[in-house]
């Protein structure tokens, strides 16, 4: 009973390994810190962000394709009235296409993405601005970590895009869990 035991929890524990490896498609969930740059960074504190991801690759190929939508949000900064507040968002959902090297028996597969995408900006409280939505681009560098039978990923991309006529550009630093 015990040897059966023993091979049932052994079995359970290295199923998502040998799951994950035939799988095309993932689905991944994710959020950090992100730090706004250019010309955000004069009206916006570092704030936070969440992704959704569905990911299709293959173990044989390096290429793959991303499909994410990603929440950053940023605190303002220099609101006039004493005790306002404000925040700025930007929503997005961009197509991204990945290229991961390859690399074989190491818990780390490291990969360049990039892509593109519509952005939707908006601000509230203090700072109404209206919504705005518009193209933008992001590139980045992240790398697959695979921790006890977990498929998960740590990355930092840079994401640029318009508003009103300045540009609109921020880095999220995410980490997340790919199901």
């Not at 499909?67 to 197509?95: C, M």
Request: hydrophobic content about 40%; some cysteine; glycine content about 14%.
């Amino acid at each position: 009973m015990r040897r059966w035991l023993l091979t049932a929890a052994c079995a359970m524990l290295f199923a998502p390994v040998a799951v994950e490896a035939q799988r095309p498609l993932s689905i991944g969930l994710g959020g950090g810190a992100t730090i706004p740059t250019g010309d955000l960074r004069t009206n916006a504190n570092t704030g936070w962000n969440a992704l959704g991801t569905v990911a299709l690759g293959s173990l044989m190929q390096p290429i793959g394709l991303r499909l994410d939508v990603a929440y950053n949000r940023f605190g303002g900064r220099g609101i006039p009235a004493a005790g306002a507040s404000g925040n700025l968002s930007v929503g997005s959902a961009t197509l991204n296409a990945s290229y991961r090297l390859p690399m074989t028996d190491s818990p780390l597969s490291p990969y360049v993405i990039s892509g593109l995408g519509a952005y939707r900006t908006d601000c509230s409280g203090a700072l109404a601005c209206g919504a705005t939505t518009r193209y933008g681009w992001n590139v980045g560098l992240g790398t697959k970590l695979n921790l006890l039978g977990a498929q998960t990923f740590l990355e930092a991309r840079y994401h640029r895009t318009k508003r009103s006529g300045s540009t609109v550009q921020f880095f999220p630093i995410t980490v997340g869990l790919m199901l």
